[in-house]
């Protein structure tokens, strides 16, 4: 507990019942309006170490209903809240107080949002494994893959048909241009546009640490799953990564992912290599 904030919170509180309401008659709209704001203060810094925000809110949608509920337990209490709500916005002496609050509760939100957005991604509370281990085998349509044993059936093309690996390369980056680069970008070092909206970020795949580790087969379970197929060890985080297997099929997932290798310069792990 953070004492000195709490005992700040307590002291306000006090000043204002002894000095404010000197001068000041306050409804009981208003004193719910301060008991309300303590109350976020004392979560938000009273507390250490800091609850999370997910919490806090949980705790403050509480608080607002249990407040809600008090001041409708009085009916005339109830009607003089109402009718100090509508006086404010209908007197004209209260125009400049209504503009200004019409103005500043879009633009809190609107920071608020800006905040969460440019805010970098946070760690999980508990461990994350970045690339569990696959399972045995996974269905695709009709067909069971094994994917220890499992191949890009277009990769032999490389040596024996390089024009139509030329092929599946050209598919695989129209598939990337058209799916994948908004959220992984155009460079592949997981900056796409929409990047910053997700946590955690998508992946690097010019990191020697992504797909220069893993084989094809990997790739392909875990471009065919997306996070819905991501065992419990990996989902601390959201990952917003979609199950493409529902819009591509097993060509295009392929070929994408002989784009991925070809642009990075990397080449997939082999098989029976240790991990």
Same mark, same amino acid.
């Given at each position: 507990?953070?004492?000195?904030?709490?005992?700040?919170?307590?002291?306000? /509180?006090?000043?204002?019942? /002894?000095?404010?309401? $000197?001068?000041?008659?306050?409804? $009981?709209?208003?004193?719910?309006?301060?008991?309300?704001?303590?109350?976020?203060?004392? +979560?938000?810094?009273?507390?250490?170490?800091?609850?999370?925000?997910?919490?806090?809110?949980?705790?403050?949608?509480? #608080?607002?209903?249990? +407040?809600?509920?008090? +001041?409708?337990?009085?009916?005339?209490?109830?009607?003089?809240?109402?009718?100090?709500?509508?006086?404010?916005?209908?007197?004209?002496?209260?125009?400049?107080?209504?503009?200004? #609050?019409?103005?500043?509760?879009?633009?809190?939100?609107?920071?608020?949002?800006?905040?969460?957005?440019?805010?970098?991604?946070?760690?999980?509370?508990?461990?994350?494994?970045?690339?569990?281990?696959?399972? *045995?085998?996974?269905?695709?349509?009709? #067909?069971?893959?094994?994917?220890?044993?499992?191949?890009?059936?277009?990769?032999?093309?490389?040596?024996?048909?390089?024009?139509?690996? !030329?092929?599946?390369?050209?598919?695989?980056?129209?598939?990337?241009?058209?799916?994948?680069?908004?959220?992984?970008?155009?460079?592949?070092?997981?900056?796409?546009?929409? *990047?910053?909206?997700?946590?955690?970020?998508? !992946?690097?795949?010019?990191?020697?640490?992504?797909?220069?580790?893993?084989?094809?087969?990997? /790739?392909?379970? $875990?471009?065919?799953?997306?996070?819905?197929?991501?065992?419990?060890?990996?989902?601390?985080?959201?990952?917003?990564?979609?199950?493409?297997?529902?819009?591509?099929?097993?060509?295009?997932?392929?070929?994408?992912?002989?784009?991925?290798?070809?642009?990075?310069?990397?080449?997939? $792990? *082999?098989?029976?290599?240790?991990?």
């Amino acid at each position: 507990m953070n004492i000195l904030v709490l005992l700040a919170i307590v002291v306000g /509180l006090v000043a204002v019942q /002894l000095g404010l309401t $000197r001068y000041v008659k306050l409804n $009981r709209m208003a004193w719910m309006a301060i008991w309300w704001v303590a109350t976020w203060l004392a +979560l938000s810094f009273g507390i250490n170490p800091p609850l999370p925000t997910s919490i806090i809110v949980l705790f403050m949608a509480i #608080v607002t209903l249990a +407040l809600a509920a008090y +001041l409708s337990a009085d009916s005339e209490e109830l009607k003089a809240a109402a009718d100090v709500s509508v006086s404010f916005m209908v007197d004209p002496k209260y125009k400049t107080a209504l503009l200004v #609050v019409v103005i500043l509760i879009p633009a809190l939100v609107s920071l608020k949002v800006y905040s969460d957005m440019t805010k970098p991604p946070q760690p999980p509370s508990s461990g994350r494994t970045i690339h569990p281990p696959p399972p *045995a085998t996974i269905g695709f349509g009709n #067909v069971t893959m094994q994917l220890a044993t499992a191949n890009n059936p277009y990769r032999a093309l490389e040596h024996s048909d390089p024009d139509a690996f !030329a092929q599946h390369v050209q598919n695989g980056r129209k598939i990337y241009f058209q799916n994948c680069f908004w959220c992984h970008g155009d460079n592949m070092q997981g900056a796409g546009m929409f *990047a910053h909206g997700y946590d955690p970020i998508p !992946a690097n795949f010019n990191d020697p640490t992504t797909i220069a580790m893993l084989q094809e087969s990997y /790739l392909f379970w $875990r471009v065919a799953k997306g996070a819905p197929g991501l065992p419990p060890e990996s989902t601390p985080w959201a990952s917003a990564m979609p199950a493409w297997e529902k819009f591509l099929t097993e060509e295009e997932i392929w070929d994408v992912i002989i784009f991925l290798y070809e642009y990075t310069g990397y080449e997939p $792990r *082999a098989q029976g290599m240790p991990h």
